[in-house]
């Protein structure tokens, strides 16, 4: 099986063809940008692509922001391997958007202006408020981009068959210049569309494999996932069952623990991102806000739906040991099914699509980062709000590029780690130090500044410092440094106790303040909240 392995790992399709459908997709999102970027005249034109996409539009572009590789390569991989508790993982991720929809998306369209900070500072003190949300949205947006960019190098092995680390750090260069070259040109504007199109891409095609698969089990869902579940006990010792939850999450208390904490990190965190927080302002209204959200859980339902096909498909059409065998491991289950299913022509459009995936959601997170540091931290913390547009972009642009430049150097360094890890990370740490601040805000009168500091930089701290001394990072074979063993903490994943801590510290941060808040700036807040009154008119200033 392993003699297999090796001759399938050089065999899925022709390099030349997975670059030449790649650089078709590039050179077709570079005319959208270059036309988009046309109409940038402004801060908002920039940031929020003017307010001027429709519900629907922006329902599409925030799934294909939403739908990292890690969504589409992962969690098929997760499944192929490790079966129903893989499943749990689109599960997790569907579940929390309905939080953001009930919770939050409204509330921040019609309160915010570009960036989560505007938020958390309208009726607290500007300055100290902002910088913390800057740092918590850097954090998050920081390491999210080094799992996109560690996750491209780490597919190259696989979909352009090569496998020295040199030539894997420079496609991690290509795909991060790209990315400065979108958002630099483009703005939102630019950066929205390139997302729709991906999205478009990524959906059709897991919709195209998904069908093809059951076609080839005569559209019995029955019989290929009693398919799968042969191939699984033939391939691995002993059996395992993968229509049972307990694969990888069953044993013992620890791990279900663990599996419990990181299904909390995960429902929470996507409520408190703030690259898809960011989306909410790129609509004219309250109410194109909420269609944005319930066309983006129609489209990322149906999607997930797709990865329980295609993980169960590759299990029993690929093989689990075949998968792991391959460079690239788990990620590899969903190229390797779509050679076996369609040749080198639909492994290079399935390969190009993964590449597009990385590239739409490393801009996203780009531009995020960009406008959190020049509109919170320049123009608000260091020019007081005094500030002409024109530099507030350039310095956006500025800012864009020295991200870009960090997150190559620190993707080529992260080349192989554990991605999974970093992208836990970020959901970690915007559950942690986002959410509660963002609820608190939206829903306590008596929340103060000094409860939102304790809460961000408590929850960023403890998040932070609990995955550092965890498995997750020392002390296992699978962790990020194996030769070495610092961890204390026993679980890989700490939102099950670094969220409640996060929740328990801006209460007590704020009923121990003897900052009474401004009641007058309170109710603005509820009102506009509530029916988006004033809104317009602090997006006009």
Known sequence: ??????????????????????????????????????????????????????????????????????????????????????????????????????????????????????????????????????????????????????????????????????????????????????????????????????????????????????????????GMLGSAQETVNSAVEGGRDVLAPGAQYGGSEISKLNMLSLALALVLGTAGLPHVLMRFYTVPTAKEARRSVVWAIALIGAFYLFTLILGYGAAAIVGPERILSAAGGQNSAAPLLAFELGGTVLLGIIAAVAFATILAVVAGLTITASASFAHDIYANVLKNGNV?????????????????????????????????????????????????????????????????????????????????????????PTAMIPSMDFAWFPLANPGIVSIPLAFLLGYLGSVLSKDKGNAEKNAEMEVRSLTGVGAEKAVAH
């Open 1 to 222: 099986m392993n003699v297999l392995a090796q001759e399938s790992s050089s065999m899925v399709g022709n390099p030349l063809v997975n670059i030449s459908i790649f650089a078709l997709f590039v050179a077709a999102t570079m005319f959208f940008v270059i036309r988009a970027s046309r109409t940038n005249k402004t801060a908002a034109d920039f940031y929020t692509g003017g307010r001027g996409f429709t519900g629907p539009q922006n329902g599409v572009a925030i799934a294909g922001d939403y739908l990292s590789a890690a969504s589409f390569l992962g969690i098929a991989g997760a499944i192929a391997v490790f079966g129903y508790d893989g499943f749990l993982y689109s599960i997790g991720f569907l579940v929390a958007w309905l939080v953001a929809l009930l919770l939050v998306a409204e509330l921040l369209r019609n309160t915010g202006k570009f960036t989560m900070a505007d938020v958390l500072s309208f009726r607290l003190r500007q300055k100290p408020v902002r910088t913390a949300a800057a740092a918590s949205t850097l954090t998050v947006s920081l390491f999210y981009l080094l799992a996109q960019m560690a996750g491209a190098g780490g597919l190259v092995a696989l979909l352009l068959d090569i496998n020295d680390r040199a030539t894997q750090s420079l496609i991690i260069a290509v795909v991060g210049a790209l990315m400065i070259v979108y958002v630099l040109v483009g703005g939102m504007k630019g950066t929205t569309w390139v997302q729709i199109i991906k999205a478009f891409l990524l959906i059709t095609g897991a919709g195209i494999m998904s069908a093809i698969v059951l076609w080839k089990f005569g559209f019995n869902i029955s």
């Open 388 to 476: 002409d547009e024109k530099k507030q972009v350039r310095v956006s642009r500025i800012t864009a590029v020295v991200i870009g430049a960090l997150a190559i150097g620190l993707g080529i360094l992260a080349n192989g780690q554990n991605i999974a890890f970093l992208v836990a990370l970020a959901f970690a740490v915007a559950a942690s130090a986002n959410l509660p601040t963002i609820l608190y805000s939206l829903f306590w009168k008596r929340f103060n500044t000094t409860g939102s500091l304790w809460s961000i930089y408590g929850g960023l701290a403890s998040v932070l410092v609990l995955i550092i001394f965890s498995p997750a990072v020392s002390g296992s």
